[in-house]
């Protein structure tokens, strides 16, 4: 049993239930409070909302959706059910789009989820059946984390952007999102085998690849690079220097729909200037995935 107010989290000493970052001040802690004024609506000014709101509500979005696939759901389905009532509450004060667990005004920052590193979370091998759409952190089990800042570059006009996107709880056959975006083969992607330079993250354990350290592949095989685009995300800075970090999503063609595509996973580099790969209008597409 667990008591907690604005200002304490008192519980009682257990000897079968351990309290892994148990101190609610931590982003990561299970136990941290929601701002109060979390269901405000966001004043507006000259009707150009504040920008310094809307990150903060990434940041809460982002930690609230880390801590809540860390938790062992007894009926897996339920994983994006069981988080659209706190949605609604949301998507009533911030004015904003709800998409299968991502928000219209971050949904570019929110594609960069991945599975987390922690290392105790068990093997969550790839579904059986339709839960969600590719590009959801729904789509998979187990811990997923965002490795994407608020506040990405888009220096060289090579971000990518949400043209529109269709979802129903019930309905899976009209769900999709169209992305505007900046695309190259997967084998152009600088020194995929290097991880000091470029790291792969696909969204399910494979057999060839269990066990590793999370899911996290330093090598795609040449079957899967044929098939396989990188889509740029953006660039986003990493840490407080100068260094940046350039995002891009895995995504491979499907046969139905024709001409449309589905997430197999993340990509990201920390040498600066990788992202010039995908300068050049005719690597400029319009991208269905599903």
């Known amino acids: 049993m667990i008591w907690q107010c604005e200002s304490a ?8 239930v351990a309290y892994v970052r148990g101190d609610p001040k931590i982003s990561r802690s299970p136990f941290r409070r929601l701002p109060a004024n979390i269901l405000t609506p966001v004043k507006k000014t000259n009707e150009v909302e504040d920008g310094s709101a809307d ?14 696939t860390r938790r062992r759901l007894t009926v897996a389905s339920d994983r994006l059910p069981a988080l659209s009532g706190i949605g609604q509450k949301f998507k009533d004060a911030w004015s904003d789009e709800y998409y299968a667990g991502h928000w219209k005004r971050q949904f570019i920052p929110l594609l960069s989820w ?35 800042r608020f506040d990405l570059g888009n220096a060289r006009g090579l971000g990518a952007k949400l043209v529109s996107c269709v979802f129903d709880m ?9 992305l505007e975006a900046s695309m190259i083969p997967a084998r152009e992607i600088p020194d995929p085998n290097n991880v000091s330079r ?9 057999e060839d690849t269990w ?45 139905d729909p024709p001409g449309a595509f589905s997430r197999i996973g993340l990509y990201e580099s920390h040498v600066k200037g990788t992202s010039r790969l995908w300068v050049g209008p005719e690597k400029r597409r319009v991208v269905k995935i599903i």
């Open 170 to 178: 019930d309905s899976k056959e009209k769900d999709f999102a169209i």
């Open 9 to 16: 989290l008192k519980r009682p000493d257990t000897t079968h």
């Open 198 to 206: 470029g790291i792969v993250f696909l969204d399910d354990h494979r």
């Open 211 to 255: 066990p590793r350290f999370s899911d996290r592949l330093t090598h795609l095989n040449e079957e899967m690079m044929g098939l396989t685009w990188c889509m740029l995300l953006g660039e986003g800075k990493c840490g407080s220097g100068k260094m940046m970090k350039t995002i891009g999503l895995l995504i491979m063609e499907v046969e």
């Open 55 to 68: 990150a903060e509500r990434y940041h809460i979005w982002r930690s609230l959706v880390e801590n809540y």
């Open 114 to 148: 991945r599975r987390s590193d922690i290392r105790d979370q068990g093997y969550y091998p790839a579904l059986l059946e339709y839960r969600a759409l590719s590009w959801s952190w729904a789509s998979i089990d187990g811990p997923i984390e965002f490795h994407f």
